[in-house]
């Protein structure tokens, strides 16, 4: 059987809850409200993640998430976890730690390392990574054409935290983060929401909610909103 979206025909998996569009590099992401509710934004599986696959996915308001050995997985939440860098909250604590410069803070000169360090990081949970060697590959040719950053914490001349994510246009999609010494990723964060308003960024995208998300000012917007505010950000 096939489902056809925007005038092109896509195969499908039926899955537990619903169907679920199956792609290959050739086809159309399909419309957001084709999305299931249950997992949480699944809407399509299949494709690659050549960088213009994951630009075409991030501009829809679609990310990949899936486990090494699996079909690449593309989804899309409602809700979704954002933060706006004017809202951003920074603890007492963490004001602290960071009067006291005990970081050294970097941008853009070991994304793949950080990359490597946030596929080993432990997660509650999680007992593996999303961030496989292929997602490596190709978050690192992202970042080679300028659609990727990254924000580093060193501590004498070591990498011990971090944090990374895709740009385009006033729009930045977090993805995710590590460290390896007390408050390094979280120093790190707070320097790359700074980074990101000095270069006009109105949105960061936190994808999921998350207990950290929330301590920093993140909140939850429908999926509208959120391609609502997306669309302008992206054709700045």
Not at 110 to 119: E, I, L
Not at 162 to 184: L, Q, R
Not at 188 to 212: N, R, W
Request: glycine share 8%.
């Amino acid at each position: 059987m096939v489902i056809k979206y925007n005038s092109m025909s896509h195969a499908y998996y039926q899955l537990p809850n619903g169907r679920v569009a199956s792609i290959d590099g050739d086809c159309e992401f399909p419309p957001l409200s084709n999305a299931l509710t249950e997992p949480n934004g699944l809407i399509a599986i299949g494709g690659d993640l050549s960088a213009t696959s994951l630009l075409n996915a991030y501009k829809r308001g679609i990310f990949p998430w899936f486990s090494e050995g699996d079909p690449v997985m593309w989804w899309s939440p409602d809700p979704r976890m954002v933060l706006f860098p004017d809202e951003l909250k920074v603890s007492l604590s963490l004001k602290k730690t960071l009067k006291k410069y005990s970081f050294e803070i970097r941008f853009n000169t070991s994304f793949r390392a950080v990359m490597t360090a946030c596929s080993h990081a432990k997660r509650q949970d999680q007992p593996g990574t999303w961030i496989s060697p292929e997602m490596i590959n190709a978050y690192c040719a992202l970042f080679k054409s300028g659609h990727a950053i990254c924000a580093e914490a060193w501590l004498d001349n070591q990498l011990v935290g971090g944090c990374y994510g895709v740009s385009i246009g006033h729009m930045f999609y977090g993805e995710s983060m590590f460290h390896h010494a007390t408050d390094a990723s979280k120093v790190a964060f707070v320097h790359l929401v700074a980074y990101l308003q000095k270069q006009g960024v109105e949105m960061i995208d936190c994808q999921m909610k998350t207990s950290l998300l929330t301590n920093f000012g993140g909140r939850e917007i429908s999926r509208t909103a959120f391609m609502q505010q997306l669309l302008k950000l992206i054709e700045f």
